[in-house]
């Protein structure tokens, strides 16, 4: 199923969005979710990174398109957002928010259903998994293959990735369970390592982005054994 929100303060429009959106679907074989927004302002209230498309209007009243995409920009890198507009050179300004792209009103359905098409097979090429992360003041969106490593400490964990680390409430075994297919191996009781992301074993340790990751004893040979098979059977 993909999650679609459709943000357009003129009802007439946002129906007929959302009806080219059932359309879409019925004649590509998809089931879409659809959420619709009167304006950009109600979307941004309720955003958790719960979408995976975002059509929305650029001219809306209390919050327009492009404030809203900059805001959920700053949590989620990775929606695709397209914008529908009146007129092409607001839409130009798509690439600072990093929008796929643009359609001119009044829509077609062609010129949608081109758009839209667009979006689901990028969608499609995706292949790797995203987590969505509760942390204090709101929910933030991280690909697996950017986490470097996963650390428990009490109830929480700490998600380590080149730009930052992130803390929130959870339990590494479930964790490893939910990154079991993306190449995370336990080190010790405490520790969920990215294997993509090992430099080297030193003194006992998995060295991670330029972290030292004590290795316990009783977890040794089968992560080791892990990280060689994924650099292809190679001895680290």
Do not use: W
């Amino acid at each position: 199923m993909i999650r679609i929100a459709v943000a357009e303060d003129d009802a007439q429009y946002r129906e007929q969005l959302c009806r080219y959106i059932e359309d879409f679907g019925r004649e590509n074989g998809q089931t879409f979710k659809i959420t619709p927004y009167a304006d950009g302002d109600e979307l941004t209230e309720h955003f958790r990174s719960q979408f995976d498309i975002i059509l929305m209007d650029i001219e809306m009243p209390l919050m327009n398109g492009m404030e809203a995409a900059a805001a959920i920009r700053r949590t989620d890198q990775e929606v695709i957002i397209i914008f529908i507009t009146n007129m092409a050179q607001y839409a130009i300004r798509g690439y600072e928010v990093a929008a796929l792209d643009y359609i001119l009103k009044p829509v077609n359905y062609f010129a949608f259903a081109q758009r839209l098409g667009r979006a689901v097979r990028r969608l499609g090429a995706r292949q790797e998994q995203y987590l969505a992360v509760a942390v204090k003041g709101g929910v933030v969106k991280l690909a697996a293959g950017e986490i470097t490593y996963i650390e428990s400490q009490g109830h929480q964990l700490t998600y380590h990735t080149r730009t930052g680390a992130y803390v929130s409430a959870g339990a590494i075994g479930e964790a490893g369970e939910r990154l079991a297919a993306q190449h995370f191996f336990r080190c010790n009781k405490g520790c969920l390592v990215n294997l993509a992301h090992v430099e080297g074993i030193r003194d006992g340790c998995a060295v991670v982005a330029g972290a030292r990751l004590p290795i316990s004893r009783g977890r040794k040979n089968a992560f080791m054994q892990a990280l060689a098979e994924y650099i292809g059977g190679g001895t680290p």
